[in-house]
């Protein structure tokens, strides 16, 4: 399976973007896998955003994204979104989209250790 993330670019202070990334490949993968959005700004280190079980039934959200951002998967398009309104200057990162290939297996996960592949991530620049 390989992982494609777009939908990144430039926005003001307040905007949205949607994230998408579509799964290509051996997709009967995705539809058996946990997803997850992580982020990675410059000088810091990754972080967890956001993430979706493989049936699409539960989500977490870092404390910083909670009631701003929201996770969710096309399991017919093998694609898993994030919509993130309100955008603030500190959303500035390069974002990645990350697969846990145990889904049914293993309780859905912040750390990004128990994400097996990763996407290529995508830039969100959010200007004041």
């Known amino acids: 399976v390989q992982l494609q993330a777009s939908g990144g670019g430039l926005v003001q202070a307040g905007g949205s973007l949607r994230l998408s990334c579509a799964a290509s490949?051996?997709?009967?993968?995705?539809?058996?896998?946990?997803m997850g959005w992580f982020r990675q700004a410059p000088g810091k280190e990754r972080e967890f955003v956001a993430a979706i079980s493989w049936g699409g039934g539960t989500t977490i959200y870092a404390d910083s994204v909670k009631g701003r951002f929201t996770i969710s998967r096309d399991n017919a398009k093998n694609t898993v979104y994030l919509q993130m309104n309100s955008l603030k200057p500190e959303d500035t990162a390069v974002y990645y989209c990350?697969?846990?290939?145990?889904?049914?297996?293993?309780?859905?996960?912040?750390?990004?250790?128990?994400?097996?592949?990763w996407g290529q991530g995508t830039l969100v620049t959010v200007s004041s």
């Open positions: 490949g051996r997709t009967f993968t995705f539809k058996t896998s946990h």
């Open positions: 990350a697969l846990d290939t145990l889904g049914p297996s293993r309780v859905l996960g912040t750390a990004a250790r128990t994400y097996d592949l």
